[in-house]
């Protein structure tokens, strides 16, 4: 295996790993990659907990997602659950078009403990139905650190000091740092690399919210089940946009019967309105920027959007709202970073940090996965730096860009359905097909 840049740290230091900072998918995705490859890999994850809490939402399981797992999962366990076809409802909930189209739906916290037994042997249930990754020679040593909130990156000429907060048992923090070749930045939207690299890039809230939550599969009713159950299937009313399918149930368990229908619900509320200001308070009082995650919407402000679904939903979606006990809110945003590589390629930003599209777009996770595959790519020296930044800075920007069309048009344009039938289509291009604009490469030859 080729050493380039001089990352290929096998057998060194714990020092000499490559440093991952933020251990969701994105972060995931690298170490896993490159513990096959192998690299040596530390993740440096600031929730304080050995595992991320699942929110237990649906993820649509993009090209490069499923081509993944198929080049590095070894623990054999089916990772999606088909979509067969499209249907489009109007608001009696009647279908008013449909079409063949397979899909594979996942789950967030399938694709996680997936990716965990993968990379640092974590066991859970939801290996079920595959096994837990044997050992071998020349994988690279990995490192899930937890409790890890990095607060700094500085440039020290070859290597790069990583500086963050470790969480002691007692509950207070200590200061540490590690140096490293690489760091690979995967902490997400609100990415604090990003914002120490690109000060004056900030993450705009786009003038609505999505609501999410899931219901089993055997509560809901037949008529919805009818439209959800392995199907993709959406609504478009003035202002809103909701659609459902099904994804696996507990434990990642994808036998019928015990999957789950999951809901996403994009509503307009204006910045600063009185409405965002009571979703986005949580049950302790607190104004939460982006996030209200499961079980901390207020009583009063579930309520709220209870009535809404029932006013403007069709009444398959407005009997999951009704029905969901999980329910979330995320204020949608927008964020891109000029480039990938800083710090004379001593750090590049990955998967949400260095694009957080909008979700129509269901391409966040794909995004992680096809940076990571490019990147390992660059390391073992079989395409050269030119060529990744070209090919994952013109796919974020593409990407982004249309993610902010089709939601505005969407959400603040009443247009015939055809209309956003076709949107939904153009995201449906596979990755390999898509064709570049010319602004998307401008400037990238001199990074
Ligand atoms: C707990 C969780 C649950 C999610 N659930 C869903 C879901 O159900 N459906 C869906 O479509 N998407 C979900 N997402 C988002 C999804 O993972 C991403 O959109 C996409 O997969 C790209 O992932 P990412 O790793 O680039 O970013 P993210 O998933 O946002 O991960 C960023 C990670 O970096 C960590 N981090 C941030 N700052 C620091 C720091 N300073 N130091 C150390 N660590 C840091 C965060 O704690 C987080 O774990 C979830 C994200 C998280 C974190």
Known sequence: MNAVNGTHSNGESENEDIVIVGGSLGGLFAGVALKCHGYNTTILERTNQFLLEN?????????DTIEFFEKYDRTGKPV???????L?????GDIIHEKVNRQNMTSWDLLYYLLRANYDRVDSAYLEGGKLPDKRPSDGTVNYRYGCTV?????????VRVHFKRKIEDGSEVDESLTTRLVIAADGPSSTIRSILEPSVKRNYAGYVVIRGTVPELEASQKALEVFRERFCFFHGPGIQNLTYTIAGENGNTSPGHRLLNFVWYANFPD????????MTDKDGRRRKVTIPPGMITWDAWEMLKSKASDKLPPQMAEMAHKSKNPFVQCITDVTSPQNFYMDSKVVLIGDALAGFRPHTVASTSQ????VMGLVEWLDGNIDRRQYVKQT???ARLVQSRGVHIGNRSQFES????DYIEDRNMMSIPRRDLVYPDWTAEGLDSM
Do not use: C, H, W
């Open 55 to 63: 929110q237990g939402a649906g993820v649509v399981a993009g090209g």
């Open 80 to 86: 999606a659950v088909p979509s067969y076809k499209r």
């Open 88 to 92: 489009y409802l109007n608001q009696k």
């Open 151 to 159: 607060t700094n990156i500085v440039d020290e000429g070859s290597r």
């Open 272 to 279: 600063g309105s009185e409405e965002l200001e009571r979703i």
């Open 368 to 371: 992680a996965a096809f940076d």
């Open 393 to 395: 800075m013109q796919y």
């Open 415 to 418: 247009l015939p359905i055809e």
